[in-house]
């Protein structure tokens, strides 16, 4: 839903008294890029973050509860960016974010991929006070309870191996680490950005997704040295219910074809997850 001019204007207003609103453009659905004149003469850009009415109906505090995770993170070493001001009363929420540098990049080092996710999983987020964010294992047990049907098998393995499902300590997780959600200046990395599907959970739950992701987007022998550059940083993690966590990662992204430019994409990442799928029920079995 697109925020009105008049509603924006008022939120600058809020950050700072000579800000006016120059003009907008649309860079996805859920995010807008702000065009700032002021009195000092300094152009600025602002982003404006909403979020879908699915995703607000699955917590309708997502707006209130990313931009509390973004302020937290100004703590951190990550470079997430600055949050300026929430909207929460609005209908849609949505809130208002410092541009960070960089742009997105269709390819990366696995190793730096790995190191990047590293770092996420390393924050002390019981010192920030991320408790309010939600539980993965809640977020699985709800995904499996909903009936979804998929023609793999990927819900009744999960349902039958969940009882036996033995979790690694929790950690801060991304939840959409691919990447789409990376910045890079130079070749380095400059933002980390979209964390609307933030968690604390087992940290393989992060890698198994982006993992499928990985796969689709650098292929397959990347995935495996992505994987273990990840493995080698963590030598006290459990990575035997990695294949639980590829499937569940896989369930969540079974709108793959959403994301494909064209007929041809969809059948080679239709034909790379039911390939990724295949191996974790192997393995899980």
Not at 131 to 155: E, M, N, R, V
Not at 170 to 193: E, K, R, Y
Request: proline content about 6%; charged content about 20%.
């Amino acid at each position: 839903m697109k925020i009105p001019a008049p509603v924006i204007s008022r939120c600058l207003r809020a950050i700072a008294a000579d800000w006016e609103l120059a003009h907008t453009k649309s860079l996805s659905r859920r995010t807008t890029l702000l065009h700032i004149r002021s009195a000092d003469g300094i152009k600025r850009e602002i982003i404006l973050q909403t979020h879908s009415e699915r995703d607000r109906g699955r917590n309708p505090h997502i707006a209130r509860d990313e931009f509390r995770l973004l302020l937290a993170l100004q703590k951190s070493a990550l470079p997430a960016a600055q949050p300026l001001r929430l909207e929460a009363a609005h209908t849609p929420p949505f809130f208002l974010l410092a541009r960070l540098p960089g742009a997105v990049q269709s390819a990366a080092n696995p190793q730096t991929l790995a190191a990047t996710l590293q770092s996420i999983h390393a924050v002390s987020w019981r010192r920030l006070g991320l408790d309010f964010l939600p539980q993965a294992t809640a977020l699985l047990t709800s995904d499996l309870g909903t009936g979804k049907c998929d023609s793999l098998g990927i819900c009744a393995a999960l349902t039958y191996a969940l009882p036996r499902l033995s979790v690694n300590p929790p950690a801060l997780l991304h939840g959409d680490f691919w990447l789409g959600n990376l910045l890079w200046v130079d070749g380095q990395l400059s933002g980390i950005i979209d964390w609307e599907d933030a968690m604390l959970g087992d940290p393989l739950a992060d890698l198994g997704k982006s993992r499928l992701e990985l796969l689709w987007s650098l292929g397959a022998a990347a995935m495996m040295r992505y994987t273990a550059a990840y493995l080698a940083l963590n030598p006290a993690l459990d990575a035997r219910a990695l294949p639980f966590w590829d499937l569940w990662g896989a369930l969540r992204l079974a709108h793959f074809a959403n994301f494909a430019a064209d007929t041809a994409t969809a059948a080679r990442m239709w034909r790379q997850y039911q390939q990724f799928c295949a191996a974790a029920l192997r393995e899980l079995a």
